[in-house]
């Protein structure tokens, strides 16, 4: 994990603004979250939309979005928070950080996938 690349000890400005923004963002996802998958659940109960591959492909995309969005907060923006740094030493000595490294990886593909996977599905149907 990095830690901090900017001198958050000498700056309390700096570390109060990322504080705010990393709450702000996460306050963000969460209340979209919280709209986003009841919605999903009932996009894929539906006969109707459960019949149509593109909106089965968009609830794929947007759970991989949340997923990668929580697998970036673990592997790359948890380390730049001021007065965590015990926990990131906990984490290299465990080789935690590879993991959450690979997950963050995995997530990024997986959302690459996705979004091809919906492209050449909007593909076949121009070109039907």
Known sequence: ???SSMNFENSETLSLIYLINFSIGCCIVTITSLFAIPLYIRILSSKWFFENNIFRLI??????????????VLALSIGRIPNINVFIDFLNDSHLNVAFA????????AQFLSNL???LNR??????
């Open 102 to 109: 690979f997950l963050f990886l995995y997530a990024t593909s």
């Open 59 to 72: 609830v794929i995309n947007g759970v991989v979005s949340l997923f990668e969005f929580f697998s970036y």
């Open 1 to 3: 994990f990095p830690r």
């Open 123 to 128: 593909l076949m149907y121009i070109t039907k």
């Open 117 to 119: 996977c919906i492209s």
